[in-house]
């Protein structure tokens, strides 16, 4: 751990360079009513992808940006969402947020049911042509990029394991950013990328940390609200660990290294001030500056 510790100290200035950039934008999003509703597919402490958009809304919340947050979480099931987000477009939210690129198809269907209402979805990079609504994505390769250097510094045997969810939004940006950082530190390491094609199931992803960890990867990172279960077995083996998404340290204190947090308070600022100016969609809105790289060993 102690040769791991100097090697890191070397990367802090370059981990520094990504940490620096977010800070709210904040025009006036203004005083006054505004309600938001987030429909989400985990719960809303999970330590990954929703935890990030609950822990931003009530950012601006507590700035006064917004009056009002309602959430409904835990809606994998894509139905279930779909009932929810009509509900709150229903009941007169200013913005409701489907967060999940597997509530696409969903809001295609029923945004145009409600041209007066606001709708905001991620991670996706297609509004489907309609004017009311937007898509979000953050530019997680960059912070990925940054922490697969670090991993590679940090491993030992040069085998990196990635376990991911499935190949989209910024799932996969983070992982191909991970592998590429990996691969800039040392061009010859073995990085193992293992795609369970779901973002929910803890087993599965217990099994691929298992599996990559067996073939030699002293160090792990992964991607979803399903790396509660990979993070488990490094925790057991000893195996380094580094997050996306939302800070995981309370996960395993001794064995995440950093996790790269997403700040979509950045983002949500810049729609919600569109929609106080009349723009109720239509654009995408990306940024490599809305996340930060919190904590190392």
Not at 152 to 171: Q, Y
Not at 194 to 201: H, L, M, P, T
Not at 217 to 244: H, I, N, P, R, Y
Request: glycine fraction near 12%; proline fraction near 2%; hydrophobic fraction near 45%.
């Amino acid at each position: 751990m102690k040769k791991r510790r100097t090697k890191l100290a070397i990367l802090i200035a370059v981990f520094a360079l990504v940490a620096a950039a977010c800070s709210s934008g904040g025009d006036d999003a203004g005083d006054g009513d505004f309600r938001i509703a987030i429909v989400a597919p985990s719960a809303s402490n999970d330590l990954a992808f929703t935890q990030s958009i609950v822990d931003a809304a009530n950012v601006l919340k507590e700035s006064g940006v917004i009056s009002e947050v309602a959430i409904t979480d835990g809606t994998f099931v894509v139905d279930d969402a779909a009932v929810a987000i009509r509900g709150y477009a229903d009941d007169g939210y200013d913005l409701v947020i489907a967060h999940g690129s597997q509530y696409g198809g969903s809001l295609q269907e029923i945004a145009p049911d409600f041209p007066e209402t606001s709708f905001a979805w991620g991670t996706s990079a297609d509004t489907f042509g309609l004017p009311n609504v937007y898509s979000y994505e953050a530019a997680s390769d960059q912070g990925g990029r940054v922490m697969g250097i670090m991993a590679a510094a940090l491993s030992n045997s040069d085998v990196v394991g990635i376990v991911g969810p499935i190949e989209v939004g910024d799932a996969k940006l983070y992982v191909d950013g991970f592998k590429a950082g990996v691969l800039i530190q040392k061009p010859g390491a073995d990085v193992r990328v293992n795609y369970i094609d779901s973002f929910s199931d803890v087993a599965l992803a217990s099994e691929a940390a298992t599996s990559l960890i067996g073939a030699g990867a002293d160090v792990l990172s992964g991607t979803a609200q399903m790396v509660v279960g990979a993070v488990g077995v490094a925790k057991t083996e000893g195996v380094l660990w580094f997050g996306t998404q939302a800070n995981q340290t309370s996960l395993a204190p001794e064995i995440v290294v950093a996790s790269q947090v997403y700040h979509w308070d950045v983002i949500l600022e810049e729609i919600i001030n569109n929609v106080k100016d009349g723009k109720l969609g239509g654009e995408l809105r990306q940024r490599g500056a809305g996340h930060r790289i919190q904590r190392w060993l």
